[in-house]
């Protein structure tokens, strides 16, 4: 299995099939991108928020992740 090689002939790439695919990946990549930086932003803006009220080390780490990780899942 190592060295599995195939005979047949691949299937010719249409221009619009090329299209498709990098417009694709871009898609997906800068929806992941998106997600980061509000992911980031939002973040940030519990440490500031959190630091100007005087949370709670234990608020101050544990409520930012779950906020991000339902920013990056939705």
């Known amino acids: 299995m190592a060295n ?3 005979s047949a002939p691949l299937k010719p790439v249409t221009p619009e099939a090329f299209l498709a695919s ?3 990946f871009w898609e997906r990549f800068n929806v992941f991108t998106l997600k980061t930086t509000v992911s980031l932003l939002i973040f940030c803006a519990w440490f500031w928020w ?3 009220t005087s949370f709670s080390f234990l608020h101050v780490i544990t409520l930012p992740i779950a906020v991000g990780i ?3 899942v939705l």
């Open 50 to 52: 959190a630091g100007v």
């Open 4 to 6: 599995a090689q195939s």
């Open 70 to 72: 339902a920013v990056v």
């Open 22 to 24: 990098r417009l694709a």
